[in-house]
């Protein structure tokens, strides 16, 4: 299924790292129905955005799901955020470990959610 997904604002790859900034739109069909009096960003969008964008940074990583490990949601993500995704996919493991955060006004990182998926090639 084709859906919106953040704009990409900036992306670094570095063999198998990648640092991604994502602009989070108010208008994207994740935040509908996710608390109509607090929007936030679902954890099931983070965990498909993460495997979204590896997939497109990380040319020979297998594309089936395979599982996940330490996940973790700390701090909500808002509508119209903007966020850094950060990606490094540990080939001899195939595991993805990803992390979303941001930085407020005064310069202080937030970590919003992170953990490890595995990837399997697909059957």
Do not use: Y
């Not at 929007?39 to 498909?48: E, K, Y």
């Not at 799901?65 to 195939?94: A, C, E, R, Y």
């Amino acid at each position: 299924m084709n859906r919106p997904m953040p704009t990409l604002v900036d992306r670094h790859i570095v063999d198998h790292h990648a640092v991604i900034t994502l602009c989070v739109d108010s208008k994207l069909d994740d935040f509908k129905g996710h608390f109509p009096s607090f929007a936030l960003l679902p954890g099931v969008s983070q965990l498909d955005w993460a495997v979204h964008f590896a997939r497109d940074c990380f040319q020979n990583m297998p594309t089936a799901f395979g599982g996940m490990d330490v996940i973790k949601f700390q701090q909500p993500i808002l509508p119209n955020s903007t966020i850094i995704l950060t990606l490094d996919w540990i080939v001899d493991k195939q595991k993805l470990h990803f992390s979303f955060s941001s930085t407020t006004p005064e310069n202080e990182q937030i970590i919003h959610s992170s953990g490890k998926i595995s990837m399997r090639v697909a059957a």
